[in-house]
Each structure stands twice: as structure tokens, then as C-alpha cells.
């Protein structure tokens, strides 16, 4: 993907309707999938059309999703004020599975607010902690919960907000953004640490998404980012540093909070990010009302 980034905006929502803190997904009829305006609901939208529906789901917050080969929809819940979840839903809205707080003592209770998942294509599910106790779990296809703190690493996880499944080389890795530690992780199956990778132009690293050869990034304070396989990090979408407005990732009207003026081509809050079949690039922005963006 070279400069210059072609920007197609598919979804601009609607303020008063509240903030979007969204994932998103693609489904096998290439619609895409994101959070309505808001929380509690799906938006189901065609991107050649830019028609969409609302669908209900019973959640708080659809922060992180991944779509599986059956077009059911897992749902990273971290809650409002409400518990957090993660569960799985069908194509009308209705829960079929939930995966409860995977518990190792007792002051971990009630501390449950996982922001990603990820689907691997041996059955494991891993589930990122990030607004929770900080730690990735993975629910192995046989029902085993295996938990991760980073310490293999050097240091332990801080905020890993985003998890994706690393399939650019023969053997399948686990991806792992850590966002306040400003790193991206690389683990093995069985959840063993391979390296992690920094850079000054990653800031804060969100959410993950493997498109050819490079693992994409959305870098919250204003940027998208690729990481090739030699580990060399670079901007597709560089920062504006538009972190530094008062108000961000909204601005201020007298002391009121408000949307911001967001154009086209220019990032303001990138939050979560997917990539279709055909290598179409789509990435949700975090702000009241928010909006849906593609790029190639």
C-alpha cells in the first residue's frame, strides 16, 4: 500500500446518539460489521453502497469483534457501568455463546473488561484484558483457559488492547498490541514470547490486522501503521498529532464536550481496524458519533 492512501468514508454517525469505541469486522458477503452510535447495536453496512441495518445485541459496547468462518460474531464487551462479556452472537443479534472471566483468585472478580479477540484457525480464541487486569487469555479449542501477563517478555502487559492471529509466515503466531507500553508483542501458540517491536512513530498501538505481508496498526492518537516482516515500522497514514487538542479525541464548545471536524484523509482517533478477503482496508474512528473508513 503507497502513498497516496485513497479515503473513502462509509459511515459518519451521529453525535447525539452517543461515542463509538468500536471494532469491526467483514463478513463472508463482504458487508462489514462495527458498533452503532451509542453502543447496544450492530451496524451492518454494504461498502459499495454504504446501506446499512441496525441490529440489537445485548451488550454495552462492541469494542472489540471478530467475525468467524460461520458469520457469527464474537464481541469484546469491556461494559459501561455494566459487567464486561465476551460472547457470541448470530447475524439477528441473539447471544449463542458466552466465555466467562477466566478467574485465578479471588480480588480478580468482577475486574473483567476485554477489549479483542481473535479467532485462530485451530480453534483457540484469545482474548485480550486490556481495560481489565491487563492480561491475554486463550480459550484452546478443547476448553482449556491458558492466562499470559507479558512477563515472559521482560515486563508485564500494560493495556494489551488489541490481539490478532499473525498468519504471514508458515507457523501461526499471536499478536499482542500493548498499548501503554507502546510495543507490539509476537507469541506462539502454545503462548511462548518470540520478540516484540517498537518504534518512536508508534504511540499507541490499539488494534491489529494482518494485510499480505505487513501487520497493520492503528495507532490511536492519529495514525496507521504497517510492520513488515523484518519488524521495520512505518505510517500508511501518518500522524497530525491531533492528540494534543483540547478536548481530543472530541473537541470543546465552551466546556461542553462535542464532535470534532474530522475531514477526509486526515485520522483523528483510529480505533479498531480489519481486512477483507480482496485486501480492502476498514478502520472505525473513537469520538462521539464516530465513523467507518476505507483505504487502499
Not at 493495556?159 to 508458515?170: K, N, Q
Not at 499471536?174 to 509476537?186: E, F, G, H, M
Not at 471536524?261 to 474512528?285: A, C, M, Q
Request: charged letters at 20%.
Amino acid at each position: 500500500m503507497n502513498s497516496p492512501v485513497i479515503w473513502r468514508t462509509l459511515f459518519d454517525g451521529d453525535s447525539k446518539h452517543g461515542w463509538m469505541h468500536s471494532g469491526i469486522g467483514v463478513l463472508s458477503d463482504g458487508r462489514i460489521v462495527f458498533e452503532a452510535p451509542g453502543g447496544a447495536a450492530l451496524i451492518f453496512l454494504d461498502p459499495v453502497t454504504k446501506s446499512h441495518i441496525r441490529v440489537e445485541v445485548g451488550v454495552a459496547v462492541s469494542h472489540g469483534i471478530a467475525v468467524g468462518s460461520d458469520d457469527t460474531i464474537w464481541i469484546c464487551d469491556p461494559g459501561a457501568q455494566a459487567p464486561g462479556q465476551v460472547v457470541q452472537i448470530n447475524l439477528d443479534g441473539k447471544i449463542v455463546r458466552t466465555i466467562k472471566q477466566p478467574i485465578r483468585s479471588a480480588d480478580e472478580q468482577d475486574k473483567w473488561r476485554p477489549t479483542s479477540i481473535a479467532l485462530a484457525p485451530n480453534g483457540d480464541i484469545w482474548i485480550g484484558d486490556g481495560y481489565g487486569l491487563s492480561l491475554v487469555h486463550v480459550v484452546r479449542a478443547n476448553g482449556v483457559i491458558q492466562t499470559f501477563d507479558g512477563s515472559s517478555s521482560g515486563i508485564k502487559f500494560d493495556c494489551p488492547h488489541g490481539v490478532a492471529i499473525d498468519t504471514r509466515e508458515s507457523v501461526t503466531r499471536i499478536a499482542v498490541a500493548d498499548r501503554s507500553n507502546k510495543r507490539v508483542l509476537y507469541f506462539k501458540e502454545d503462548g511462548s514470547f518470540i520478540r516484540s517491536v517498537a518504534d518512536p512513530i508508534m504511540t499507541s498501538p490499539s488494534s491489529l490486522a494482518v494485510r499480505g505481508s505487513d501487520l497493520l496498526v492503528t495507532d490511536l492518537f492519529g495514525a496507521i501503521l504497517a510492520i513488515n516482516q523484518d519488524d521495520h515500522v512505518r505510517a500508511i497514514v501518518p500522524t497530525s498529532n491531533v492528540n494534543t487538542r483540547e478536548g481530543w479525541p472530541n473537541k470543546l464548545s465552551g466546556t461542553d464536550s462535542v464532535a470534532p471536524d474530522v475531514l477526509e484523509g486526515k485520522l483523528n482517533s483510529p480505533h479498531g481496524i480489519t481486512v477483507s478477503s480482496k485486501g480492502e482496508v476498514y478502520f472505525t474512528e473513537w469520538y462521539l458519533g464516530g465513523r467507518a473508513v476505507t483505504i487502499s
